[in-house]
């Protein structure tokens, strides 16, 4: 297990899965990417390409943002970093697969039951539908 993926929002559980998967990272000699899926707001075709585009651009540097706190966090950690925008669950899933990575480790706010059903959770969805192995860290 060389190479590991670790998907971050920028949250207290997601900082907590980055440092476990740098942590396992070292022990089995590996390497850690961070993942950040920035949600895409929905383009609603009144707005000019150039809107969109700067749209983009505004979700990209709250990605940004959200993995710079977390590389902070890691104090040092090696790690590579990717940025991108989309279906959270749905995109982490297809980097795992297109990149080869042998685990994907997320982090779980611990919700409740009903909060899952009615919120749904990246990290329950990623399970179902992840063709690569998932830790949750909780």
């Known amino acids: 297990m060389k190479k590991l993926m670790a998907a971050v929002d920028g ?7 980055a440092k476990h998967a740098v942590a396992l990272a070292r022990q089995l000699g ?7 899926v920035e949600p895409y707001e ?4 009144e707005e000019s390409l150039p809107e969109a585009a700067r749209h983009r651009q505004a979700e990209l540097a709250r990605g940004q943002q959200v993995l710079d706190g977390v590389v902070s966090a890691l104090e040092g950690a090696p790690v590579r970093t ?8 749905e995109v982490i899933a297809d980097t795992a697969m297109d990149g080869e990575f042998d685990l994907v480790v997320v982090g779980n706010k611990g919700r ?4 899952r059903v009615l919120l ?3 990290a329950d969805r990623l399970v179902h539908i ?5 830790m949750v860290v909780r």
């Open 11 to 17: 949250s207290i559980p997601s900082v907590h899965a």
């Open 30 to 36: 590996g390497e850690v990417t961070l993942i950040h």
């Open 42 to 45: 929905q383009w609603s075709g």
């Open 82 to 89: 990717l940025n991108l925008v989309g279906s959270p669950a």
């Open 112 to 115: 409740g039951a009903v909060s």
């Open 120 to 122: 749904g959770s990246v």
């Open 130 to 134: 992840s063709p690569r192995p998932v």
